[in-house]
């Protein structure tokens, strides 16, 4: 059997090994320095529009009506429920007949001038209108299409000012708003 042979250790010098050592002892010591980033307490809130569902309005928005004067007299506009998913904002509400920015831009109809508190938002806007009153003021002779505007915002309207973008449809800084519209066709040769 051959003879084993031992190699002896030798031990360096504590010196020595701290030296290799140090890279490692720096790296883990300044792992333990970094300062973490701040966390806001809470994220700023996002003021989103008001909201209704297209369902719900009669006659549909975006669409021809067509009125007969010799068969009725009166059509009615309805948006159904009409909502903010921010739960402390009021609901303001403007309605408009044939809006002109330059000429024509009274409101037909309001909703509150403080806005409508969120414990009583709408449960949907209604407005009946008659087109052989209603429509032809502010309106052209030739025009047989007509435009109803209903403006419902989350802040209050404006004071309008000669350089109104939108005399009366202007709402204040920050607030949103959202807009529905209907044509209404019909001769008013027929009106009584």
Request: net charge negative.
């Amino acid at each position: 059997m051959p003879a084993l042979r031992y190699r002896p250790v030798v031990l360096e010098p504590v010196s020595k090994s701290i030296y290799r050592l140090w890279p490692l002892a720096a790296a883990l010591w300044s792992a333990g320095c970094i300062v973490p980033m701040p966390i806001d307490a809470a994220p700023a809130e996002v003021n989103l529009p008001p909201y209704y569902s297209t369902a719900a309005v009669t006659p549909p928005a975006e669409r021809v009506i067509e009125f007969d004067p010799e068969v009725e007299s009166e059509l009615e506009l309805r948006t159904g429920v009409i909502d903010d998913p921010n739960p402390e904002d009021r609901i303001f509400w403007r309605w408009f007949y044939n809006y002109q920015r330059n000429s024509f831009n009274f409101a037909a109809g309001l909703g509150p001038a403080e806005g409508a508190p969120p414990e009583q938002k709408p449960e949907g806007l209604i407005i009946p209108v008659k087109p052989c009153e209603d429509l032809v003021v502010g309106a052209s002779s030739d025009e047989n299409i007509h435009r109803i505007e209903l403006i419902v915002a989350d802040g209050p309207f404006l004071q309008s000012t000669d350089n109104a973008l939108n005399p009366n449809q202007d709402v204040a800084e920050g607030a949103e708003y959202i807009k529905l519209v209907w044509f209404v066709r019909f001769d008013r040769s027929k009106c009584p």
